[in-house]
């Protein structure tokens, strides 16, 4: 599988996220190359995100 689920309506390339971070209120968004923007992820999958970009 080449793409992982990071939110229920947000699905990213494995190849295009340059890491996984925590804003200020502490929650997990992922950052994607080539993008100012960053994705927010959610509790319920954040284990297996963390898990596919090992």
């Known amino acids: 599988d080449r793409f992982v689920r990071i939110h229920r309506n947000a ?3 494995i190849a ?3 890491g996984l971070l925590r804003d200020r209120a ?3 968004l992922v950052r994607v ?3 100012e923007v960053e994705l ?3 509790r319920r999958l954040l284990s297996q ?3 596919r970009l090992r």
């Open 33 to 35: 190359r080539a993008c």
């Open 40 to 42: 927010p992820v959610s």
């Open 49 to 51: 995100v963390r898990k």
């Open 11 to 13: 699905l990213v390339a």
């Open 26 to 28: 502490g929650n997990h």
């Open 16 to 18: 295009v996220i340059t």
